[in-house]
Antibody, heavy 122, light 107 residues
């Protein structure tokens, strides 16, 4: 049974980089049918897709965050990561790592981590 | 970007009621619409994918339908454990936007 778990600092200072890691267990990143991604949730913006990555490292991003977001994958550690640079208060949110599955041309997220709350504050 | 308009924003049904939540897409997205349930303090959980397909392990009280750009999530015989916020999400084109959610508060 595939499980995802986020880790990283809960508090980040404005203008610094938010870095989170998602550990994948119960399956292999490079052998599974999934691709992988990050979604965040805040009271102001609701649920927001940040970006997604394939096991070979190919990634694509929400245009509103593309200039600041970078997702990478480490198949040797069976994990993937998010870096979000130059953070400000609106980046305060709960961050989820998720799987993306494509079935009959339909794309959906069927596994979510528990979420990690991140606050941007000095 | 494809926008999703979800209605109503909140509902207060009684146990056993039939509940309908609607999500309207700003353009044609075929059947690429998913529904999620989020209980308080938890991560969202996939209920329906591809507009009508029930995710494995989800109660058959949940069903989805589609007509053009309008999608519906129906809960037949709502139970106390259905108290949650429900979101739609489009998987047609990135960015994969979500609706703003419908809060279901069981009386």
């Amino acid at each position: 049974h595939l499980q995802l778990r986020e880790s990283g600092p809960r508090l980040v200072k404005p203008s610094e980089t938010l870095s989170l890691t998602c550990d994948v267990s119960g399956g292999s990143i490079h052998r599974s049918p999934y691709h992988w991604g990050w979604i965040r949730q805040s009271p102001g913006a609701g649920l927001q897709w940040i970006g997604s990555i394939f096991y070979d490292g190919g990634a694509y991003y929400n245009p509103s965050l593309a200039s600041r977001a970078a997702i990478s994958v480490d198949t040797s550690k069976n994990q993937f990561s998010l870096d979000l640079t130059s953070v400000t208060a609106p980046d305060t949110a709960v961050y989820y790592c998720v799987t993306w599955m494509t079935q009959s041309f339909v794309l959906y997220s069927d596994h979510w981590g528990q979420g990690v709350p991140v606050t941007v504050s000095s | 970007d494809i926008q999703l308009t979800q209605s109503p924003s909140s509902l207060s049904p009684s146990i056993g009621d039939r509940v309908t939540i609607t999500c309207r897409a700003s353009q044609y997205i075929s059947n690429r619409l998913n529904w999620y349930q989020q209980r308080m303090g938890k991560a969202p959980k996939l209920l329906i994918y591809g507009a009508t397909s029930l995710q494995s392990g989800v109660s058959p009280r949940f069903s989805g339908s589609a007509s053009g750009t309008e999608f519906t999530l129906t809960i037949n015989g709502v139970q106390s454990e259905d108290s949650a916020t429900y979101f739609c999400q489009q998987g047609e084109d990135p960015p994969y936007n979500f609706g703003l959610g419908t809060n279901l508060d069981i009386k």
